[in-house]
């Protein structure tokens, strides 16, 4: 694994070639992105591919044959190759292989591009279908914020603010983290505003549907704050290691969900996933900034 920093007058990113992934952005000495601390989780900003969430029993089918794959895919697992270092842009690329084929039976390429503009950085993932078959796919972003930030304030003085007011569905989940198939309606105070404590996260995660495409993590104690903006995902997952005090919030937009409780998920017909015709290409793009 490598690691590459892309800098400007605001912001330096640290990102590496296992993932393709942003592991650190730093505003001088204030550090945004989650560490890795093992005690709580060892990850800090996953990229997911090819599926988001788990699948029951960790298989799925498709085509008469049944596959392994663990939680949120293999993509945050595997090294990616260094295509382009510029001043402001970074460029990895993976293709499919022998490790991929065993448990995702399809040819593709993958391209992340991270760009560094101003407070913000930019990212473009391109999936292409390299096959001759429709490829079932789908993809997420898992990253981790530290909260507080800058050390400033305790990790209740923080709320998710969401870019426009909204009335979004929570996606009821199993205890174990698998869809039941229900929704029901998540307040928001003031319509648009979630207030961080930790008893949220005494399951698991929150999964909503039904809500703006931007997000904002602040507080009143510092002016410093995080803005996820994801127009392309339908959904947003928000976690923290369950039942603990984790000084962190992992904000989470998903193109795709889980897999029902008991059920074995068959690609070919999984709702929430892209189905990309030999040859052709999806681009998701999403935008980090970082204040």
């Known amino acids: 694994m490598n690691t590459y920093v892309l800098k400007n ?47 029951f029993g960790g298989k799925y089918s498709y085509g ?12 945050r697992n595997v090294e990616f190759a260094l295509k382009l270092l510029g001043d402001d842009c970074i460029v990895f690329e993976l293709e499919s292989n ?11 390429k993958l391209t992340v591009t991270h760009r560094l503009e101003g407070e913000k950085i930019s990212t473009e993932v391109a999936i292409r279908n390299t096959g001759d078959t429709v490829m079932p ?23 998710l603010e969401f870019g426009e007011a ?3 569905d929570e996606i009821v989940m199993t205890d174990t983290c698998f869809l039941t198939g229900k929704h029901r309606a998540y307040p928001l105070a003031d319509g648009k505003t979630l207030p961080l404590r930790h008893s949220l996260f005494n399951i698991d995660a929150i999964f909503l549907a ?26 947003l997952g928000i ?6 005090d984790a000084p962190y919030v992992c904000i989470e937009p998903w193109c795709g969900l889980p897999a029902y409780d008991g059920e074995t998920d068959d690609f070919a017909i999984k ?9 052709t290409e999806k681009t998701i793009t999403f935008e980090i900034a970082y204040r």
């Open 239 to 244: 976690w923290h290691a369950p039942r603990t």
């Open 98 to 108: 022998d490790f991929t084929r065993a448990q995702f039976p399809f040819d593709f």
């Open 210 to 235: 039904r809500v703006a495409d931007s997000v904002t993590l602040k507080s009143k104690t510092t002016e410093r704050s995080v803005t996820l903006s994801y127009p392309q995902m339908p959904y």
């Open 9 to 55: 007058d605001q912001l330096t990113a640290t990102f590496q070639t296992l993932g393709a992934e942003c592991v650190s952005v730093k505003r001088g000495e204030c550090e945004y992105i989650w560490q890795g601390d093992p005690t709580y989780w060892k990850g800090k900003a996953p990229m997911l591919f090819p599926i988001c969430g788990r699948l």
């Open 64 to 75: 008469g044959r049944t596959y392994e794959m663990t939680n949120h895919g293999f993509m």
């Open 137 to 159: 796919c789908t993809f997420g972003e898992h990253p981790g914020f530290n909260v507080p930030l800058e050390g400033e304030g305790a990790f209740e003085d923080y709320v």
């Open 271 to 279: 709702p929430d996933m892209f189905r990309l015709q030999a040859g």
């Open 166 to 168: 909204c009335s979004p």
